[in-house]
Each structure stands twice: as C-alpha cells, then as structure tokens.
C-alpha cells in the first residue's frame, strides 16, 4: 500500500493506482471527461490535472500512478482556472444545441459547463463543420459535438474488438473516422455510444423520444439470449424511448446490438400477444402467395400470421390443450422419432432444460436441439 | 586525412549544394577529366567524388580541390566553370584566383570547432572505406573487444554530452538507467525525424556521414544492452534514406551489424523505419506508437521509454547528432569532448543559421560561444545591412532572443533564461523587416497544423491563438487581446499532454516578452512597424516627389491609381490590394508605405 495525502488528507492505495483512482475511492472528486474506469487511462481531456509536490507542472491524474509519500492537490486557483480554460476551448469548438441534444440532461460536458459558469461562446473561432453521410440505421454520429475524447475508439478495440472507428487528420481537424471516410459499417453494438460523455454518438431510434428526467427507469433483463445481460429501459408514454446498461450490472454496461437496439417488438402492432391455432389448411396459405415467408416478411404489407381467415386467436389452455393432443395423436400413430423439438435462445436456462426434458421425458425422443446451434 | 589519388576534387552535394546543382557540377567534373586530350597519367591520379554539406550553404556549390593535400575552396562553381577550372587548375597548377573563397568562408570555420561535421563534407558518404581511412569504426571495435557496457556509459556520462534532440538530458544517465532494466529484449532508436522549420542538422550528417550515426548506434546498443535498432527517419529526407540504407547494407557487409559483430558475441540489427512527415512524431512516446504501427500520438509519460518503450521493452531513443557524437567521443577520450563547451553544456552543438544571415548554412560551435560570434563573425552579419532584430532558436517549440541580449552564451541554460531552447539547433536571423507577431503566428500555424489532436489545449487552444495572432496581424486586434494570449499561452503550456504543446506557446510568449510594443502598435495603432503585415500598411503617394512619370499606374494590378502625366498621381486605399508594386518600381522614392 501506498501512502500518500490529496488535499491535506491522508489516504492509502495500492501500487499501481492512479491518482484519480485513489482519490475516487476516498471519495474526492476530480473532474474528467475523457476517462472511463473500464479502458486504458487515455490522458486527452486535461481536466483530471494535479498538483504534485516536487514535480513542476501539474500532472494528468488518470495516468499517474501513486507513489508512496506523494501530496496532491486537487483544487487551486490554478487548477481550476486552467480547468475552466480547457472547458472554454471544448465548448468554443461545440455546437451548444442543448435544446435538442438528446443527451442534454445525461451530458458529462453539460454538467462541467455548467459547474464552471461556461456558457459557451467566450472565446468564439471557427467551428468544424463535418458534412452528415452516415447511412447506417443504428448510430448517429454528430461529429460536431465530439470532444476527441478518444472513448469510442478505445471502447471499440479494447472492449468490443472490432476497431470499426480511429483517429484521422492533424490538428483541429482531427476527428473520428472509419476507414477511409465510408458510412459506419460494424457491429452496431453501439458500446461507442455508451461511452460517448456528449451527444456526438446516440442511437438513431432514440431521437426526439425522450430524455433524462421525463423518462421512467425500468431495470429489467434482455430477452433475445441465454446471457441475460441487465439492461435499463426509459420508457416515456407507456413506449419505450431507449435502452442502456448500467455501469454496476454483472454485464457492466456493455449489450450488443440486440439488446441496445431491438427493443422495436415491445410495442409493435405485430406483436404476437395470445396464442394463434391455424384454421386455414396449409395448403391455401401457399396458394395465397404466402409459402415464401421471408420474401413476404419484407415485402408485403400483410404479415402472413396476421390473416385472421388462416389463423384464430385463442387461450393459453386452449392452444396448450391442442398442442398436447396433437402430439399424442403423432406419437401414437408414427413413434416419438416423428417428433422434434427446436428451443430457442431466448429463453433462459432453466427454460431450455424443461424443454428438453419435455421432449426426452415425455415425449420419448432424443431429437431436440437449439436455435443456438443452427 | 588520407587522399586515395594525388588529385582529389570533393564536391558539396549536401542538401543545398544538390539545390545549387551540385551533380551536374560532377558530371561537368567527370565528363572534362575524362576527355581524351587530358594525359592518361593525370587521369589516373585524379578522382572527383560527392561529399555531404560543407557548411556555408550560401556559397553552394562548393568545390575543394586537393593537389598533393593542398587544399583549395572554389565557390559559387557552376558547370560552366569547370572546364577552366581542370584546364588551369587541374593541369596548369594554377588556381582560377577570382573563383576561389574569400577571406569570409574562412572567417566562417574560424570560429567553429568539428566534432559531429568532422567527417562531414570529407568522406565519401556512400563509401564505407572512406570512413573507416578515417578511423572510423574503431571506436566500436574497440569497446565491444576490449571494454565492457559499464565502461561506456562511465566514458559518455563523463564526457557530459546531452541529447541533442531539444530536451538536453544526459545521453550516458539514459544508457544507464536503460542498462539496469532487467528486461531481455531492450531496443536503442535513432530519431532522424527532423521537422522543425529550417533545420537540417540531422539531416545533413546523415547524407554527409551516415557511418557515425552506425556506429553511434552500435556502441549505445552494446552500452544497453540491444540487440535491435530502429533508425526512424522521415520519407521527405529521400536522399539521406538512400544513404543511410547503403550506409547500414555495407556495415552488414562489413560484419559491423548483424550477428557476432566484429567477431564478438554481440548482435545487433538495425532497421530503418519510415515516417510520413507528422512532427510530432519527433515526440519519443509518438515515435514509439508510429514504429509499432499506431497512429503517431503521444502516450503519457511516466512510463518512460527507457522503462517501458517500443513494444513495451526498454528503450533508448537518441538524437541523429547524439549518436554521431559518440564515435569521436571514444575516439578523442571524454576529456577531450568536456574540454569544450560550458560547465553544464558539454561539447559542441550544431546549428542550422538560416534567415537573413549573409553565411546561411551549417555550424558546429561550442556550447557557450557567444551569440554575437555566431551571428557577426561566422555568419558574416545581417544581408543587405539591415538591422539585426532578434534571433530565433529552437524552432516552434523555441522563442526569440533580441539584438540587444547578444552577448548571451549559446548554451541550455544561458537560453532557457532568456526565455528560449538550443532545441534540435534551428537558429533562424531575422532583421528589421521581420515582424514578430507574424513570426509567433508562422510557428503557431505550424504547431497547430501538426497537433496530434490528442489532448484539447493543444488542438483547440492552439487554432484559437492563431485566430487571435491573425486578428491582430490583419488589424482586427482588440483591448484585451495580449491578456487573452497570455492566459491562453500559460493554459496551454501548464495542461498540455507532450512536449508539443507545452512548448507551442513559447514563440509568443517570448515574443511577448522581448517586444510587447510590437503587438501593442498591433492592436492599438492598427500599425506594424516591421511594414511586414500588408493589411496594416497604407500606400500614399508624395505630391512633392512625384513626377507623374507613370510606372505606379502601369504596375498597379488593382487599378487604385490615377494620374495624368507628368503631374503627380494619386492611390485610392479603399481599391489597394497593399501589394507593393507601386513602391518597388517608384524611381523617386514618392511612394509611402507606412
């Protein structure tokens, strides 16, 4: 253990610990946009800046580890001023359309902005310009509130391990860009736009949807796999406006492009809510034009399942009730080997495992499988 | 010095003697000793051969001329002169007296001392054997067989060289602390990527001498303990490239790289790697990154490179100059090498004097000769007898040093105190025409341009200083503004990541500093009083002088002036372009430029 003082107080760390670690840990606040407790200590943003005893410029705390007997300061005139400079700098290359940023409210830059009195406009300049061509369908990049923070482009490699996205150019017109400027084509896990602390990187279905403060937070799991990754819904009118993760979940925020994105079924009108028993013969469906099904998921406007003349709605007993005749009456007529089981990975464990110990059990056949597995 | 040939003719083709045309120089060379009226017996004494920068730059192209180790300087040469040079000189004997240096290119070298040139602009730099006639890679042998890595370091760290890359620190501390890591792979890197405006030091050693640079490298890697090198050069550097490539594939010929060097157990490969020309990758965090094929940004530091580098591994980066100081060092013993310069600048250090300097071109002095040697007695004084105004040193990351701080010493310190760096050895002259604001504002637009974009004060603090400077040079200079600069610079510097941007500001703050009048005269009188900043001039014609002759109307691009003939004309400011025109082609001096 390390023993140093921060602000006249007395702490100890481990070795290794940075300076903004340790003083996190007790409880002191050092303000930082460009770092993020789960990636490499990137020492861009230069608000996180110390004071040291015995070293004559003030040093990035998110990238000095402690040494035993330091004494830090956190809070100087100095220091504090220099912060304010660095915020005026951020904010005079920055749109300032808090009116319509989606992350108004949830914004790191905000917050500073306002702690320090920014408004924004004190020093005035030139301000990027980056023309708007991304066609992709999940992620907004609005380049013109990016702080160059580096989050996105360190998230993307060390946590998702894709690198769909690098630094490009020099200077001021540095900026984040994909490979030789094309529309972003990745993952879409959209872990860059959870890491994102302005409103450059959002999620194109969140727009104009709601924010911070108007929303209701609902902690719940994702459906789509076995994972189970916690995730956050803000819900607002009874529809879902967007989902996160928190930091503090066993998934520690990070989600895929299902769980961040593909929450669109909630509140679809095709939503399935009870079950359908067909009443029309298979046959007739074909002949309607509806044998293609994956044609028709995506281009017709009729959902074949929807066509109240092939299907019925009915109870759950019901259609539990006709599924188990059904199966009885093909495994007594062919064997249990007539018979299949296909589970899905969106249900969970426990699930699964009823499920194929309906199918072994009761049924009486071996042929089971997953989804997972096709 | 030891000539193959009785006659021997050794033509600059540094950097400025190829601009001059120095090849077509030895081409005329080769072509006239080999024509067939000229007696066999004479063709087989002479040789002519290239030689790196001989260091008055502005006299190029500079031809010696060696006959029985007589030596004699020819200047300005063209093809043209060569002829008459072999027919009188060559094979008469007699020199062509009014072709020959004057008293000046030898009050040029009077005052300086070669250390890391010694070789430069003598050896044949694509000729292993020229350097080694000059003993050249006996100083490696000799550590590697007879001497241990402890010894080394105790040699360099007596002779008190500092790294000549800018940051001065002790060249054998830094092999030390890089030899007492306990790591097996550890890697020495040449930094060859020169970037400041008007600098070519480095430069030219590695197209005059590449062989020191080797075994520089050689000797350091042994003292360290590595077994591999990089020499990270720049692509705009082509022709040193080129010879350093040649340089490296003959010392591998020679077993002086490679596995068992000089038949020892020791190995050592070295490998060049190209840069693309981004300045910060002069930073050795950015180098580092840029080798291991990132983008060139720094990381910070601590860890240092000699703890953690390239790869992670301990690293020693040294300065081109650095490592080819090495080589003479041993050679010459570390007393020798103290024997020069101050108590804590050891040796000699070399400059690139440019600007408005009569003798342009390359020195080496030692550290603590006075500035005013420099600028009067090796570089001959201002051109065209203008007045000195200030001196500017170490480039973006340096500032300026006035007329009136002269006496100053060039050293570390001497001009860390005055407010400015030794840097890499820019040394750029500016005279009474120059105006200082525009000077911060030409060093700020090249840091800001070569910002990695890292970190915020040094890509958005910097653009906003040059928008500020260009405000003012344009005459939109507001109360308030040198206030604005000042915070700026000192926030800048405090917050900045690496040594960029904690140094971009110094241009303006040394200019703030020694000539705060002139940005006063800026923003106040919306005047500059170097009449350097066109917006800031006005053109008006004296009624009095003015013969109506009609020049100013004819060269006047903008049609701003009218006038009849022979009675006096007349500029409107409100069309004035503020180019000039009018005044340089007035014959009567009328035209005012104030």
Redesign the interface.
Known sequence: MQKISIDGKTIEAPRNTTILEAARMSGIYIPTLCHHPKLT??????LC?VEVKGIP??V?SC???VNDGMEIITFSP?LE??RK??LE??L??HPNDCMTCEKAGSCPLQWLAYAYGVRGNE?G??RRVFAKKDGNPFIERELEKC??C?RCVNVCREIQGVEAI??G???????ISTSYEDDLNCEFCGQCIAVCPTGALTGKLWARKGRPGETKEIETVCPYCGTGCNITVYVKNNEIARTSSREDSWNEGWLCVKGRFGYKFVNSPERLKKPLIRIAPKKDMENRGYGDTEKNFTHSSIHPFTVSSNFREASWDEALEFIAARLKEIKARYGPDAIAGLSSARCTNEENYLFQKLIRASVGTNNVDHCARL | MIVRNDIAIKICMGPAGIAAGGKAVLEAFRQELSRSDIPATLQDKCSSHQVGCLGLCARDVLVKVFINGDKTIYQYVKPGMVERIVAEHIIGGTPVQEWLVDEAYENFYKKQVKVVLADVGRVDPEDINDYIRTGGYESAREMLLERSPLDVIAEIKASGLRGRGGAGFLTGLKWELARMSGEKDKYIICNADEGDPGAFMDRAVIEGNPHSVIEGMIIGAFAVGAEKGYVYIRAEYPLAVERLKSAINQAYEAGYLGKEIFRTPVNFDVKIKLGAGAFVCGEETALIASIEGERGMPRPKPPFPVNKGLWQQPTVINNVETLANIPYIIRNGCGWYASYGTESSRGTKVFALTGKIKNTGLIEVPMGIPLKDIIYDIGGGIEGGKALKAVQTGGPSGGCIPADMLDLKVDYESLSRAGSIVGSGGMIVLDEDDCMVNMAKYFIQFTQAESCGKCVPCRVGTKRLLEMLDRITKGHGKEGDIERLERMCTGIKTSSLCGLGQTAPNPVLSTLKHFREEYEAHIRDKKCPAKACKELLTYRIREDLCKGCGACLKACPSGAITGEKKKPHKIYSDICIRCGACFEVCKFNSVERE
Do not use: H, Q, W
């Not at chain 1, 150019?169 to 900026?175: D, E, M, P, Q």
């Open positions: 200590p990137y020492g861009g943003c230069r800046i410029k003030p990035a990238t000095t580890a100095m001023d220099t400079l660095v700098l951020l005079s290359d020093i300049g030139e702080i160059l580096g690098d630094f150019y020099r200077g001021f017109n540095a900026k």
